[in-house]
């Protein structure tokens, strides 16, 4: 084969890539010219997609009808200015409302802050009333008890003369009565604790819760722990130097006994052996009675200015605040 005849095949074969519709409007194309006919409008029905074949609008053979945007323009407002009353009239409306708001809010802060002070002033008149009758029995039974040490004491130094045994009349009161208090004061350690105590306006009472609180916890509680030490010192002694089965019998008659078992002071008498006959060692007893009764001395003194210090508090809340009716 030659090469021109190779050269008009591949002509014929490049025909054949020329999709259908795109022959016919080359035709047309040329037939146009030569006639002189126009088919504009059918060659623009007939042209394909532009952007089907993804041609740009240059070479699609057609131009672009573009259409025009309509623009909306808004209407220009006019504003006209207010008369300066009104101004100063919207000006009072949000003062009146912004302060009616603020003593509004006050009022309900306040309604609620009076209540909450009088629920602690209630509940610290009940635990000072509690105080008061915890003194007054500290008190009764200091009394009750200091001659009794005397008794324990001639007990122990004369102990030949008692068969070496602590007597029962005395040594079960020594036992068996427990006298020291100290207040644990929970309504003013809430108070403070909680900032409360601001609520309390009447100064002097302020004052005077204060003053109670300190006294409780500088004077009477080191006092209360002095006469603890002391009683410990008497039992450990006795623990030491004396046969217990008599002690132990009667602690299982008072748990049997209903009225015992509710009031250790109602105790059945016991006796108290002693085992240790040395005059060392009963002197040493002997003096430690004397050391409890010392304790109790201070102790009851601290304990009447609390009683005072709580009575003068309690008729002093009830005269500012009105709380006659507090139990």
Same mark, same amino acid.
């Given at each position: 084969?030659?090469?021109?005849?190779?050269?008009?095949?591949?002509?014929?074969?490049?025909?054949?890539?020329?999709?259908?519709?795109?022959?016919?409007?080359?035709?047309?194309?040329?037939?146009?010219?030569?006639?002189? @006919?126009? /088919?504009?409008?059918?060659?623009?029905?007939?042209?394909?997609? %532009?952007? *089907?074949?993804?041609?740009?609008?240059?070479?699609?053979?057609?131009?672009?009808?573009?259409?025009?945007?309509?623009? /909306? /323009? /808004? !209407?220009?407002?006019?504003?006209?200015?207010? !008369?300066?009353?009104?101004?100063?009239? @919207?000006?009072?409306?949000?003062?009146?409302?912004?302060?009616?708001?603020?003593?509004?809010?006050?009022?309900?802060?306040?309604?609620?802050?009076?209540?909450?002070?009088?629920?602690?002033?209630?509940?610290?008149?009940?635990?000072?009333?509690?105080?008061?009758?915890?003194?007054?029995?500290?008190?009764?039974?200091?009394?009750?008890?200091? !001659?009794?040490?005397?008794?324990?004491?001639?007990?122990?130094?004369?102990? *030949?003369?008692?068969?070496?045994?602590?007597?029962? %009349?005395?040594?079960?009161?020594?036992?068996?009565?427990?006298?020291?208090?100290?207040?644990?004061?929970?309504?003013?350690?809430?108070? #403070?604790?909680?900032?409360?105590?601001?609520?309390?306006?009447?100064?002097?009472? +302020?004052?005077?819760?204060?003053?109670?609180?300190?006294?409780?916890?500088?004077?009477?509680?080191?006092?209360?722990?002095?006469?603890?030490?002391?009683?410990?010192?008497?039992?450990?002694?006795?623990?030491?130097?004396?046969?217990?089965?008599?002690?132990?019998?009667?602690?299982?008659?008072?748990? +049997?006994?209903?009225?015992?078992?509710?009031? =250790?002071?109602?105790?059945?008498?016991?006796?108290? !052996?002693?085992?240790?006959?040395?005059?060392? %060692?009963?002197? @040493?007893?002997?003096?430690?009675?004397?050391?409890?009764?010392?304790?109790? $001395?201070? $102790?009851?003194?601290?304990?009447? =200015?609390?009683?005072? #210090?709580?009575?003068?508090?309690?008729?002093?809340?009830?005269?500012?605040?009105?709380?006659?009716?507090?139990?």
């Amino acid at each position: 084969m030659s090469e021109e005849d190779t050269h008009k095949k591949k002509g014929n074969d490049n025909t054949g890539d020329i999709p259908k519709d795109e022959g016919h409007l080359f035709t047309t194309g040329i037939n146009d010219s030569i006639t002189g @006919e126009d /088919h504009t409008e059918e060659l623009e029905t007939c042209l394909p997609d %532009r952007q *089907a074949l993804n041609l740009p609008a240059e070479q699609a053979g057609y131009k672009l009808e573009t259409k025009e945007m309509e623009v /909306h /323009h /808004h !209407p220009q407002l006019e504003h006209k200015s207010k !008369p300066w009353k009104e101004y100063i009239l @919207e000006y009072i409306m949000i003062v009146l409302a912004v302060t009616t708001g603020f003593f509004a809010e006050s009022l309900r802060e306040h309604l609620g802050d009076n209540e909450r002070k009088n629920e602690y002033l209630r509940s610290l008149v009940a635990e000072l009333k509690y105080d008061t009758a915890q003194y007054n029995l500290v008190l009764n039974n200091i009394v009750y008890i200091r !001659p009794i040490l005397d008794s324990m004491y001639l007990n122990a130094t004369e102990a *030949a003369r008692f068969s070496y045994t602590l007597q029962a %009349r005395w040594n079960t009161a020594v036992n068996e009565t427990h006298f020291y208090y100290t207040p644990a004061l929970p309504a003013i350690e809430q108070l #403070k604790s909680s900032g409360s105590l601001r609520l309390i306006n009447a100064k002097n009472v +302020a004052q005077q819760i204060l003053e109670y609180d300190t006294y409780v916890q500088v004077s009477l509680a080191p006092h209360s722990a002095e006469v603890t030490i002391g009683a410990d010192k008497v039992y450990n002694l006795e623990d030491a130097m004396c046969d217990e089965k008599d002690f132990s019998n009667k602690l299982d008659e008072n748990m +049997a006994n209903e009225v015992t078992r509710a009031d =250790v002071s109602k105790s059945a008498l016991y006796n108290m !052996p002693l085992v240790v006959k040395d005059a060392t %060692r009963l002197n @040493e007893l002997a003096n430690s009675f004397v050391n409890y009764k010392a304790r109790m $001395y201070g $102790y009851y003194a601290v304990t009447n =200015v609390a009683l005072q #210090k709580a009575t003068t508090l309690i008729e002093l809340i009830k005269k500012e605040y009105g709380l006659d009716d507090a139990e």
